[in-house]
């Protein structure tokens, strides 16, 4: 069964514009991380956020983790027709030091020109 | 090269045949992992590999068998492959060093198409 659950499944914005794609899971987790994925192309780890972490940056994107509501957001700011991927997010919700992470289904970002 | 090579990167093979899929890293992780991706199921564990002796089941492992042959190395088997098989597969690793992880590192990927 999947952990996180991406919304919206479908994201279509002008370059320029800020892209926000929020994750819900069910489970206590140890950490939440975003991946990128270009058509056909492996994953690409692009931020972690750790259960104690409210929120961090890199670069262009903004991650936010709300514990309470077992909910998190990727916030893309200034959207470049590059960031058009799918983004999934992944939690770690292994006891320990397992590392053993559950996707979710992805959201598909378009950005257009 | 590539951190973590998948070969071979497309395949098509038939229906009851045995096919290996290979993955290799450079990266030194202790971590290997085989996923499946199905369009609009996302990524869906196979198995995973914490050392050479570790090997363990995922949520979808019937039909698959795998290998740690090497630290470095971690093949998946389709014994007798079957048309709902048909997806693209990926290798990812991570290393093991507690509040140092950060996320896996994976490869390109193998499309796999049982006729």
């Known amino acids: 069964s999947q952990q996180g659950e991406e919304d919206p499944q479908a994201l279509s914005i002008q370059e320029g514009e800020n892209a926000t794609m929020n994750c819900s899971y069910k489970?206590?987790?140890?950490?939440l991380q975003w991946y990128r994925q270009n058509s056909g192309r492996g994953l690409v780890h692009l931020i972690l956020i750790r259960s104690n972490e409210r929120e961090k940056h890199s670069g262009r994107l903004r991650v936010t983790l709300d514990t309470s509501k077992k909910s998190s957001s990727l916030l893309i700011t200034a959207s470049r027709a590059a960031d058009t991927a799918s983004y999934f997010c992944a939690t770690d919700r292994s006891g320990g030091s397992n590392y053993k992470l559950t996707f979710g289904k992805g959201t598909l970002l378009t950005v257009n020109p | 090269d590539a951190d973590v090579t998948q070969t071979p990167r497309n395949r098509i093979t038939k229906t009851g045949k045995r096919i290996m899929l290979e993955c290799s890293q450079t990266?030194?992780?202790?971590?290997m992992y085989w996923y499946r991706q199905d369009p609009g199921l996302g990524l869906r564990l196979i198995y995973y590999s914490f050392d050479v002796k570790d090997i363990n089941k995922g949520e979808i492992s019937d039909g698959y068998s795998v290998s740690r042959q090497a630290q470095a190395k971690f093949s998946l088997s389709l014994e007798s492959a079957i048309p709902n098989q048909t997806a693209l597969y990926f290798c990812a690793t991570s290393d093991s060093t507690g509040s140092q992880f950060n996320g896996y590192t994976f490869g390109s990927g193998t499309r796999l198409t049982v006729v």
């Open positions: 489970t206590s987790i140890n950490n």
């Open positions: 990266k030194g992780h202790d971590r």
